[in-house]
């Protein structure tokens, strides 16, 4: 079975840092990027940024630029999104997703395996 599994969400005070990890099991990451995904309560959900495979990030949402950042651990089969300076608006759950492909994307339709997402809350 193909699942991607999130962790490391939880309740952070306005200002902290959360490292979340999406988990592959029942194939590798190796060749596949990874997208990285927010629903704000109340809102859409939204694309954060991407990791392709060659470890290059492209982040997609400019209030995260500078704030966030992936990066993959192929050995473990797992990449990581680490967010600093956390603050109430980044409250939401948060998806990763396994790209189709090696390089980014932002079409939806290009993520084929999804995982089940972690709840990130920022307290001010």
């Known amino acids: 079975q193909l699942q991607l599994v999130e962790s490391g969400g939880g309740l952070v005070q306005s200002g902290g840092s959360l490292r979340l990890s999406c988990a592959a099991s029942?194939?590798?990451?190796?060749?596949?990027?990874i997208g990285w995904f927010r629903q704000a309560p109340g809102k859409e959900r939204e694309q954060l940024l991407c990791?392709?495979?060659?470890?290059?990030?492209?982040n997609y949402i400019d209030s995260v630029k500078g704030r966030f950042g992936s990066s993959r651990d192929n050995a473990k089969n797992t990449v990581y999104l680490q967010m600093n300076n956390l603050n109430p608006e980044d409250t939401g759950v948060y998806s990763c997703?396994?790209?189709?492909?090696?390089?980014?994307?932002?079409?939806?339709?290009?993520?084929?395996?999804w995982g089940q997402g972690t709840q990130v809350t920022v307290s001010s």
């Open positions: 997703a396994a790209g189709r492909y090696s390089g980014c994307s932002q079409h939806l339709g290009d993520y084929g395996v």
């Open positions: 029942g194939f590798s990451l190796d060749y596949k990027s």
């Open positions: 990791i392709g495979s060659s470890g290059r990030s492209i």
